[in-house]
């Protein structure tokens, strides 16, 4: 059985930073893509951000400039530091992780962690 735990979502003002944590474990023989997702309040789950194995990396460009996902191979950790952070970053965010165990290969999600961008 494979489990995401994410942490380090809250409550910022505008122009703050976060740091999300998203770590792995189980019985994990390889991991793939780990991605942040996010979904704000009445909008569909949209990608954020996405670290490739071969540690190329993606942003949307809503987040370009201001995002940065980083990964912790040996932790099968993944993360994301969000700097100047603005109101319409506020949603819950989501981690996924593609990686093969005993099931085979598919994707998993973490519980989602609530950040929000107020004064």
């Known amino acids: 059985q494979v489990q995401l735990v994410e942490s380090g979502g809250g409550l910022v003002q505008p122009g703050g930073s976060l740091r999300l944590s998203c770590a792995a474990s189980?019985?994990?023989?390889?991991?793939?893509?780990m991605d942040w997702y996010r979904q704000a309040p009445g909008k569909q789950r949209e990608l954020v951000a996405r670290?490739?194995?071969?540690?190329?990396?993606y942003y949307s460009d809503s987040v370009k400039g201001r995002f940065t996902i980083s990964r912790d191979n040996a932790k099968n950790t993944v993360y994301l530091q969000m700097n100047s952070l603005k109101s319409e970053d506020t949603a819950v965010y989501y981690c996924?992780?593609?990686?093969?165990?005993?099931?085979?290969?598919?994707?998993?999600w973490g519980q989602g962690t609530q950040v929000t961008v107020s004064s």
């Open positions: 996924n992780v593609a990686l093969l165990n005993g099931l085979g290969s598919r994707d998993y």
């Open positions: 189980g019985s994990i023989f390889a991991v793939y893509n």
């Open positions: 670290m490739f194995n071969s540690g190329n990396t």
